[in-house]
Every structure is written in C-alpha cells, then in structure tokens.
C-alpha cells in the first residue's frame, strides 16, 4: 500500500464549481497533514495545514479523518489560477520528513 | 516575506562529475531539509539536517551524496559522482519544527541534468 494516495485526476471543472479532492495514508502514527500546490516545475508551496478540527481559509476547507487515515481539500468558487497539481503531505510518527502524494491535477476553464 | 533561495537554477553536468547544489534557507529556520523530484514523479525526501548534523536520510541518500552547513547561511547538497539517474528537481526546504506544525517551505529548485 502506498504512504500516500491520491486520485491523479485530472480534475477539470468550469471556473466557479467546487471541486473535492481525497486522500489516505498509510500510517496511522503521522502526526503531521498539510496540502501543497505545485505549479508545472514549479516548487511545492505550502496551501495549509491540516487539522483534526477541520480548517478554513478562504476558499479552501482541509478536513482530516485520523479513524479513516484520510484527509480532504475542498476548492469553492474556482478560479483559472487554481489550475495546479494539489499534493497531499504528510508527516512521519518520530520524523519531520514529508511524505508526499504523487498529487492530483486539477484544471479550472473559464 | 522571507523565503529559501537556491543556486544554481540549472546544472548539466557529465556522468561521473561532481556537482554542489546550494541553498540559502530561511533565516530563523532551524532544520533544513533536500527532496528531488525525477521528471513525472512524486517528491521524495532525501535527508534533514539540524543543529550541523544529519538527523534523518532516506535510502536515496547514500554514500555518493553528503550536506554541509559551511557557514551561517548557506547550506548545500553534494553529489561526488553523478549517474543519469541522478537527473532531476532538487528542492531545498526549511522549517520551524515545533513552532507551526513543522510546516516546511520549498526553494525554487535546481535542475539537475546528468549526461
């Protein structure tokens, strides 16, 4: 089983939709949930962390399930410059290193 | 808003060569860290670095790669003999580790191509 996995999509949706994106971990010790974009050869940059209370910024709800080992990324309102590759990361149990998903393609058209 | 650097942005090298890549992290950040991405794949953690000694490697990083804190601010990665397969991203990062969930942030990169 994979550390983590995620639907590679792509996503393509119209701007203005709502688009959801999924993913679940194998390691049920992570401690650490965060969601990155990465632009094409770009850098990952960080979008947010992820909380077992659910957070908000914006536009974007990061909600985290540790019973399911599963964390979500829900995109409201789309807009054509969130048209990225969405990675899902997570922390290691005793470890900061991250473990990254090979991420979700998301294309938003006008 | 401060953010890690990385030198150079593009390095072609010949199979066998030496090559140093070269970060500049975040100025109060205390761990630093090297992923690469090979073109099409995921990120993949290759070593952390704290406190001017590794603390953690994958088994990526072996005995052809090393780290170095040479001063106060740069920190960098050391390929002695390059394969092809060693072409790809390399992305330095830093982070805070107990300050804001160890959330890291990425350098631009350097692309590393091995002929």
């Known amino acids: 089983r994979k550390e983590v996995e995620q639907d590679p999509g792509p996503f393509n949706v119209p701007e203005g939709a709502t688009v959801a994106f999924n993913c679940t971990y194998s390691?049920?010790?992570?401690?650490?949930f965060f969601w990155y974009r990465q632009d094409c050869r770009k850098e990952p940059k960080l979008l947010m962390s992820v909380y077992s209370s659910g957070n908000e910024d914006g536009r974007f709800t990061a909600q985290l399930n540790r019973a399911s080992q599963y964390i979500s990324l829900l995109i409201r309102d789309s807009k054509l410059s969130d048209s990225a590759t969405y990675l899902c990361v997570v922390s290691g149990d005793s470890s900061y290193k991250l473990i990254f998903g090979s991420g979700t393609r998301l294309l938003v058209r006008p | 808003e401060p953010e890690v650097t990385q030198t150079p942005s593009h390095q072609v090298t010949q199979m066998g060569q030496e090559v140093i890549l070269r970060c500049v992290p975040i100025?109060?950040?205390?761990?630093f860290y090297w992923y690469r991405q090979i073109l099409g794949q995921k990120v993949e953690f290759l070593v952390s670095?704290?406190?001017?000694?590794?603390?953690?490697k994958s088994e990526i990083f072996d005995d052809q790669f090393s780290v170095e804190r040479p001063d106060g601010s740069n920190f960098t990665l050391k390929i002695r003999s390059t394969k092809l397969e060693d072409s790809a991203m390399y992305f330095c990062?830093?982070?805070?580790?107990?300050?804001?969930?160890?959330?890291?942030?990425f350098g631009p990169g350097t692309r590393l191509t091995v002929l």
């Open positions: 990062a830093s982070s805070e580790p107990g300050l804001r969930n160890n959330e890291q942030f």
């Open positions: 670095f704290y406190n001017n000694e590794i603390s953690e």
């Open positions: 390691n049920s010790a992570s401690q650490s």
């Open positions: 100025s109060n950040h205390l761990y």
